[in-house]
């Protein structure tokens, strides 16, 4: 007996020709919009006040704390914003990938709030990752490579093993429990790495089992049906905790909205259950 074929589920959707590009995207849009309002206009009320704040950082040039604190609150708000971006479109998936890279930028961030210290620390991390992808560049054979590694002295690789010294083993669980932000990294960064590392969980909600237990369709188009409020919830919970760090650096006097968010995240969250 011949193996069934899958279906690639394909219905009359208006999207079938170009997929998630379609300008027809905008009717899904609206639905998982209204489908999530409370919890989307949550996390749309918290990210105009990371807009407003993003204005209001007054950053020396000379304070590695501050430039790099500063740097890191825009990568993190673009993070969370393109992870929304995302989910008001059904890319599910796609997004937690994003809130997972969000959540590592917000450890950071706190760290570097807690401690100048840590600025020296940080750049040398950043060198350490290019000590790495360098010799990775030096071992590869391809010949598209040639341009970049003949650039590859010895010289500069020691140069960049005199920045990186000696760097503690530490990791970003410890930096997470430093900070009491465990709840996000056992929870969100590590149930998220199963879509950035695309492991089977990830690609569940792609499969349909028919009655008899054998996988009979592949779901492709935006996720109408999934719940999506612990991920706008998520979102919202990044930025807050993103506002309280930033706000340690730069004294921008806002600890009653932050609070103020915290108590809306923790009440929404509490009705959900």
């Known amino acids: 007996m011949p193996t069934p074929i899958i279906d690639i589920n394909s219905g009359e959707s208006p999207i079938n020709e170009e997929g998630f590009l379609s300008e027809h995207l905008e009717s899904y849009r609206q639905r998982i919009r209204e489908k999530h309002q409370p919890h989307y206009a949550l996390a749309f009320e918290i990210n105009k006040l990371c807009q407003s704040v993003k204005f209001q950082m007054h950053v020396h040039s000379k304070d590695g704390q501050e430039v790099l604190g500063a740097a890191l609150f825009i990568k993190l708000l673009a993070d969370v914003q393109a992870a929304v971006l995302l989910l008001e479109r059904g890319l599910s998936s796609q997004a937690r990938s994003l809130l997972r890279v969000a959540i590592e930028a917000l450890i950071i961030l706190g760290k570097l709030s807690k401690s100048y ?9 950043g060198e350490q990752q290019r000590l790495k992808l360098v010799r990775a560049i030096q071992r590869n054979p391809s010949p598209d490579l040639d341009s970049i590694r003949s650039e590859i002295s010895e010289d500069l690789i020691h140069d960049i093993e005199q920045i990186v010294g000696d760097i503690p083993n530490e990791s970003l669980e410890q930096w997470a429990r430093e900070l009491g932000l465990l709840q996000f990294y056992d929870i969100g960064y590590r149930l998220f790495s199963n879509d950035v590392h695309s492991k089977p969980r990830a690609l569940e909600h792609y499969l349909e089992v028919s009655g008899d237990g054998e996988y009979a369709v592949i779901n492709w188009g935006p996720q109408l049906s999934n719940d999506l409020e612990a991920e706008f919830l998520e979102a919202a919970r990044i930025l807050t905790v993103a506002l309280s760090f ?8 806002i600890e009653t909205r932050i609070t103020e968010f915290t108590n809306k995240i923790l009440a929404l969250n509490a009705s959900d259950e």
Request: glycine share 0%; net charge neutral.
């Open 117 to 125: 210290e840590f600025v020296e620390a940080l750049i040398r991390l």
């Open 246 to 253: 930033v706000n340690a650096v730069f004294k921008l006097n």
